[in-house]
């Protein structure tokens, strides 16, 4: 069973609208979470980590955890065509990335 | 700023064949790592080093070495291809508990 789970899929979302992605640890374990992004033809790039409880913004992203349900979602606000592209979410059992497990990724299109 | 340099970025080989993929990083990272990115089965961890001449196993690192000689370099070797292979073999590195910079990736495909 996959550790990390991510939905949807695949997502497109109008230039300028919200992008939503949401990720589920099946493992109480985990407990710190990452969001990476992977253009095509590239390797994935750190978007922003998120470690406690609560919102975290960062110009239009945001993250929300839950660790009590062992969620986290993203939201990406005034979507651009630049952000079409694969998001990742990772977790680990502590804040230490040597054992990162990686969901299986949400692709984003966004429509100009 | 550093950079991840992955050589070569297109891999062909036959079945059966050992084959060797490379990796260098500017940043001074003490930690690197490999990844392997099928389609549909994201990242999984094949070996990670966290510093030189120490190497950790990951989730995936049957059928695989690897090298880590100096602390800006880590190599990674398919002890022996398999027919149909493809897939993208991902470097990174981190310090400690920040975050991961990938490469561009060597893409594998065994004929």
């Known amino acids: 069973q996959q550790k990390v789970q991510q939905s949807p899929e695949s997502l497109s979302v109008p230039e300028g609208g919200m992008a939503s992605f949401n990720c589920t640890s099946s493992d109480r374990n985990f407990q710190y979470f990452w969001w990476y992004r992977q253009h095509s033809g590239e390797g994935p790039k750190a978007l922003m980590?998120?470690?406690?409880?609560g919102d975290k913004k960062e110009g239009r992203f945001t993250a929300h955890l839950n660790k009590a349900s062992l969620h986290v979602s993203l939201h990406i606000r005034d979507s651009q065509p630049s952000d079409s592209a694969l998001y990742f979410c990772?977790?680990?059992?502590?804040?230490?990335?040597?054992?990162?497990?990686f969901g299986l990724g949400t692709t984003l299109q966004v429509q100009p | 700023g550093g950079i991840i340099t992955q050589t070569p970025k297109f891999l062909i080989g036959q079945e059966g064949q050992k084959l060797t993929l490379k990796c260098q990083q500017n940043f001074n990272h003490d930690t690197m790592y490999w990844y392997r990115q099928d389609s549909g089965k994201g990242l999984r961890l094949i070996y990670y080093s966290i510093t030189e001449n120490d190497l950790q196993k990951g989730d995936l690192s049957e059928g695989y070495d690897a090298s880590r000689e100096k602390k800006s370099s880590f190599s990674l070797t398919v002890t022996s291809a398999q027919k149909n292979e493809m897939a993208v073999f991902l470097c990174a590195s981190s310090n400690r508990a920040e975050t991961l910079y990938f490469g561009s990736g060597t893409r594998l495909t065994v004929l």
């Open positions: 990772a977790a680990s059992l502590t804040g230490n990335t040597r054992k990162l497990i």
């Open positions: 980590s998120i470690f406690s409880d």
